[in-house]
């Protein structure tokens, strides 16, 4: 996708550690556009498939999946707690997650209420590195019984083994900016698509 593959261009920064910092349009302030250009790109890829449900992990997918939700029929949007609150019962899927920048581990949570076995599930986030997010999200769609119809991410580190790893297994995967390689020091950023 032309516009996003600028926007990263133009303003992603490339941290230390494999980290694209893209807060200025993405993860922190939010340019709406382009989130609606990323949602349309989405619909064009899995327009064939009966979406029912579009499964994120809190907190920078919601806002993505949201705004995709409208091309999907405003297909209900669900996303993957990373700590048990007391507001969400005991009736729960969860899978454990490790954080790539956080470092951590998180249990994320799905309360059974809102996936079933008739689910055709897309899930949405925002950057695909080790796929340990993906891994949990589709854990937790197997858990339920549903369909995994596919994941739509804005934007892949393809040098980073997710990506191949899950494909491997089977799983359509469709990124809208695979970044081949970039450079902390130079801020070079190079794509694969
Ligand atoms: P994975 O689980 O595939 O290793 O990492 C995916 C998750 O980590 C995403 O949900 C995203 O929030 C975060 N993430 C991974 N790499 C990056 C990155 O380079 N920049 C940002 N901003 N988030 C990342």
């Known amino acids: 996708m032309e516009l996003l593959k600028e926007k990263i261009l133009h303003d992603g920064i490339v941290k230390k550690g494999n980290v694209l910092k893209v807060d200025s349009f993405l993860n922190h302030c939010i340019d709406v556009k382009l989130y609606e250009e990323i949602g349309k790109e989405f619909k064009r890829l ?38 048990k609150t007391s507001n969400i019962g005991d009736d729960f899927y969860t899978s454990e997650v490790a954080s790539f920048t956080h470092g951590n581990t998180n249990n994320i949570i799905v309360s059974k209420s809102y996936i079933n076995r008739n689910d055709k599930v897309l899930i949405i986030d925002d950057f695909l590195a080790n796929g340990a997010a993906l891994e949990g999200l589709i854990d937790i769609i197997n858990q339920a019984g549903a369909t995994v119809v596919g994941a739509g991410i804005v934007i892949e580190k393809g040098f980073q083994p997710g990506g191949k790893l899950l494909r491997e297994k089977g799983v359509r995967i469709e990124s809208l900016a695979v970044i081949k390689s970039m450079n902390d020091e130079t801020g070079e950023i190079v794509f694969a698509n």
């Open 46 to 83: 899995y327009n064939d498939c009966e979406v029912t449900k579009i499964l994120t992990i809190e907190a920078s997918g919601i806002g993505i999946a949201c705004v995709t939700a409208q091309f999907f029929n405003y297909a209900p949007v669900v996303f993957a707690k990373k700590s």
